[in-house]
């Protein structure tokens, strides 16, 4: 795990800085920036913050896929077929 921080990742820590500053039509623009689409209607602005400092930090730090960290279905069946089986998706009755 990435513990320390790169002199070049100073921006993105420039830009979390100021996420937590920006007024409801900044936020959206940043929204719409960083994610590509309109933010959710009712998503309120502490989540908001919390997703876009999220989504900067992914940025800066170089892990923005989440696939990267999370195994897909097919690998975690093929690490525990016990817990794959339990999960089929069919209600066992």
């Known amino acids: 795990m990435k513990n320390s921080i790169a002199k070049g990742d100073l921006k ?3 830009a979390l ?3 937590s500053s920006l007024g409801p039509d900044e ?3 940043q929204w ?3 994610y590509g689409t309109d933010p959710p209607d009712r998503l309120r602005r502490p989540l908001m913050i919390q997703a876009l400092a ?3 930090q992914e940025q800066a730090l170089g892990w923005s896929e989440a696939s990267d960290t999370t195994p897909s279905a097919k690998e975690t ?3 525990h ?3 794959a089986r339990r999960c ?3 209600l066992k009755r």
């Open 12 to 14: 993105g820590l420039s």
């Open 17 to 19: 800085d100021a996420v």
């Open 27 to 29: 936020l959206e623009a």
């Open 32 to 34: 719409k920036a960083l």
């Open 54 to 56: 999220y989504r900067i």
């Open 77 to 79: 069946a093929r690490r």
């Open 81 to 83: 077929p016990a817990k």
């Open 88 to 90: 089929s998706g069919r």
